[in-house]
């Protein structure tokens, strides 16, 4: 089955940096890859997706690049701002409604 | 538009008992999927439901059950707790890529979860 790596695990950047989370797969057969943010005690929410027919999606701040050839993606966000901070998942799976197969997840403190 | 809603919000059990926990999906989904979250991990995926049948499945075991209704709602079941079934559960909706959605995203939307603590 999928198997789905996240770096790193704990992210400190300054508010106004950048900050870059990266995953890769392993079932050459995923074709969708959503990130998720999710705040302490709640529901993973979903901030960015991309599709394998596609290398780069951009929406505001917030950006995915994917090498399928090598098979990661990674997440970019820049201008980082307090409310930034939470932890972020990837995931990847055949297609948008199937099963998700999740990373580990990245806490990321950002300070101000 | 009511999002995905789960009930209950917290649940404490003890080892041995049976829970049934409830999801009803965004309005225009007809697929529920259910997910295992322990602290400080990402979300496993248990089974998801589609047209009343289970389509898919994780590396559960078989005391983890469930169940959709015509009206797509769901329950997850799960039978003789152990200690660690302590986790969130998460329940997301989604609808069938090319179906009756219309402008609904296709992805995965995320109720809040249940909260399940077994003693």
């Known amino acids: 089955g999928e198997n789905v790596e996240q770096h790193p695990s704990t992210l400190s950047v300054q508010e106004g940096d950048s900050a870059v989370i990266k995953c890769t797969y392993s079932?050459?057969?995923?074709?969708?890859f959503p990130w998720y943010k999710q705040e302490l005690g709640k529901r993973p929410q979903l901030i960015i997706d991309?599709?394998?027919?596609?290398g780069e999606k951009k929406d505001q701040r917030i950006a995915v690049t994917l090498n399928k050839t090598a098979k990661h993606f990674s997440l970019h966000i820049t201008e980082t701002q307090p409310e930034d901070s939470a932890v972020y998942f990837c995931a990847a799976s055949m297609w948008a409604g199937n099963m998700l197969t999740f990373g580990g997840g990245t806490r990321l403190m950002v300070k101000p | 538009d009511a999002g995905v809603t789960q009930s209950p919000t917290h649940l404490i059990k003890t080892r041995g008992q049976q829970v049934t926990l409830r999801c009803s999906p965004k309005?225009?989904?007809?697929?529920v999927s259910w997910y295992q979250q322990a602290l400080g991990q990402g979300p496993q995926f248990i089974f998801q439901?589609?047209?009343?049948?289970?389509?898919q499945r994780g590396n559960f075991p078989d005391r983890f059950s469930g169940h959709q209704f015509p009206n797509y709602s769901s329950e997850l079941n799960v039978n003789a707790l152990l200690l660690g079934d302590s986790a969130l559960y998460l329940c997301?909706?989604?609808?069938?890529?090319?179906?009756?959605?219309?402008?609904?995203?296709?992805?995965?939307?995320f109720g809040s979860g249940t909260r399940l603590t077994v003693v």
């Open positions: 991309i599709r394998s027919n596609v």
């Open positions: 079932d050459s057969a995923s074709n969708y």
């Open positions: 309005s225009g989904h007809d697929t």
């Open positions: 997301a909706s989604s609808v069938e890529e090319g179906g009756t959605g219309g402008a609904i995203p296709y992805g995965y939307t």
């Open positions: 439901y589609y047209e009343e049948e289970e389509r």
